[in-house]
């Protein structure tokens, strides 16, 4: 059957067809980094959906789903990965699933979740597909896999303006969310950098973060209440402010990664859109320094939405600074109070560590709600951050990738050393060389969430498998200094080796007690968290 009349999903790149890159631009852009790198470099053809020799379905839905399940090339293809399309710009689809469901309500949810606990067939929640670490990638060893995509669950359904929460669908996209949000007044305000491409089921799946570098900084944080269809029926949790009744069934809901049930809907904490705000960009004189006025600030608990420190090596390649200071980004917002107060505190202690900051480059709106951090270095850290093109390097053969933990501030300056010597020494293994930067995202009064970005100098016949040999020196790292393997980008199966050396094993025991218990057959996501 053809695709549903929805905006497409690219198979090769991470989100629309509409907005892939043609095959001029990544040309041009070949071009350009191999004048730089001083090498050749050479865009693999763009992989068509009609052109690929897909393995042909093995399982075909009953004909009271079939209206909503499909089988082209296409989503099947665009449904064979997350955001982790390295083989997929290459036409590589050895495993996709067979059907692709698009349920737009309970009773179709139901029907087709029953058809694939009775099968035995793997079964795959799919929100925006953003995942970069394999989350909704298809698994091995099953005669049957369907992925049941949620995106027609995307409306708001209620607004509670007294309590300001809202009950929202699960398969909403950031950006339309907030668009009918909007005209309430409120907003979410969570932003995850796949905001756009991304759902609010899969952020309550996957313990997403946002850009509130203190105070909300994950989805847990908006969540009242839960609810998700399970193989043994639906898990629903009362709606409240907070409870001490026993073991939250929210917590178990939100993180589980689908394994335990498709989640539909949820209660979530809004907000009134802020007006009030203020922003500056601190130079440090070191990265020891910067860290330092970052604990100092966190610790005074202002409760800055934005405090993301840069290392010397980020502030040169992303704010074009000269590569010998941190750069700390300071932004208070509200909807209530003006924010020059708690900007002056945070000022303040900043420069006590060292931190030099003109007044004139002190960003305060009056209430009129004028954005600001458009200027001066964290302006130019601003535009370098939200404007990576898409789909442009996938396929030249770069290894380059990210990874992010967190760690208390006692471990943090042994942890810092240790992980950025790991993978450096592995750069030069795989490499040759390569460079590493490191900023923090969030931050606790106990501790920062770092997050490392690494690039190796360019070698022909670079393979995923480098990269991945890379990836796993950090993570060696990471789990050997005390950090954790994940602090939003979720586990999934890259990182499940060290994400079962993290946790308890009665944990896993009594986690593997609670799928049998809701998903008896076995088929909600296997090998995600648990074994299959």
Not at 189 to 196: E, L
Not at 264 to 282: C, D, H, L, N, Y
Not at 311 to 340: C, K, M, V
Request: charged content about 20%; some cysteine; hydrophobic content about 35%.
């Amino acid at each position: 059957m053809a695709s549903p009349t929805l905006p497409k999903r690219s198979i090769w790149t991470w989100g629309l067809e509409a907005d892939e890159p043609s095959d001029a631009q990544r040309a041009e852009y070949a071009k350009r980094l191999s004048e730089k790198l001083g090498v050749s470099l050479a865009c693999p053809p763009i992989p068509r959906a009609r052109d690929l020799k897909l393995r042909a379905p093995r399982i075909a839905p009953p004909d009271s789903i079939a209206a909503f399940c499909f089988t082209d090339n296409h989503e099947r293809a665009a449904h064979s990965y997350g955001a982790d399309k390295e083989r997929a710009v290459f036409g590589e689809f050895p495993n996709p699933p067979d059907v692709v469901a698009y349920p737009a309500n309970d009773s179709e949810l139901e029907a087709c979740l029953d058809w694939c606990s009775n099968g035995g067939y793997a079964t795959i929640p799919y929100g925006g597909g953003s995942s970069v670490v394999e989350g909704v990638t298809p698994p091995e060893g099953y005669d049957g896999i369907v992925t049941i995509d949620m995106s027609r669950f995307d409306r708001v359904l209620e607004i509670d303006d007294v309590s300001r929460a809202a009950r929202i669908q699960a398969g909403v996209f950031g950006p339309a969310l907030e668009d009918q949000l909007r005209p309430s007044g409120f907003t979410l305000r969570h932003f995850p950098q796949s905001f756009t491409g991304s759902t609010l089921g899969g952020w309550i799946a996957t313990r997403s973060g946002g850009h509130y570098a203190t105070n909300h900084t994950h989805i847990d944080d908006f969540v009242e209440s839960v609810r998700m269809l399970t193989p043994a029926g639906w898990w629903e949790s009362r709606r409240l402010p907070g409870s001490g009744a026993g073991p939250s069934p929210d917590r178990l809901a939100i993180g589980s990664e689908g394994i335990l049930g498709i989640i539909t809907e949820s209660w979530v904490r809004i907000q009134k859109r802020p007006v009030f705000r203020a922003t500056a960009g601190v130079l440090l004189p070191s990265w020891e320094a910067g860290y330092e006025a970052t604990r100092q600030i966190a610790q005074a608990k202002l409760w800055p939405a934005n405090l993301r420190l840069l290392d010397p090596e980020l502030t040169r390649d992303g704010a074009g600074l000269d590569g010998t200071r941190a750069l700390l980004i300071i932004g208070f917002e509200s909807a209530e109070t003006p924010q020059e107060w708690p900007m002056r505190m945070a000022i303040q202690i900043a420069r006590g560590a060292g931190g030099e900051v003109d007044n004139a480059e002190i960003e305060i709106s009056d209430g009129t709600g004028t954005p600001t951090g458009r200027s001066g270095a964290a302006g130019a850290w601003r535009n370098s951050f939200i404007n990576i093109g898409g789909g442009l390097t996938d396929g030249l053969g770069m290894v380059s990738g990210t990874f992010e933990t967190a760690i208390t501030w006692d471990r943090w300056p042994d942890f810092d050393d240790e992980v950025r010597e790991a993978t450096m020494r592995a750069l030069t293994e795989v490499c040759g060389g390569g460079t590493l930067n490191c900023r923090f995202t969030h931050v606790y009064p106990d501790g920062p969430a770092p997050y490392y970005t690494f690039a190796g100098l360019y070698r022909a016949g670079c393979t995923a498998q480098q990269m991945a040999d890379v990836k796993k020196a950090a993570s060696d790292a990471i789990m050997k200094a005390g950090g954790t393997i994940t602090h939003h980008h979720a586990v999934g199966r890259q990182h499940r080796p060290w994400y079962d050396q993290q946790r308890p094993e009665p944990f896993a025991m009594a986690l593997r007690a609670a799928k049998r218990a809701v998903d008896p057959n076995g088929v909600l996501n296997p090998g995600v968290l648990i074994d299959a």
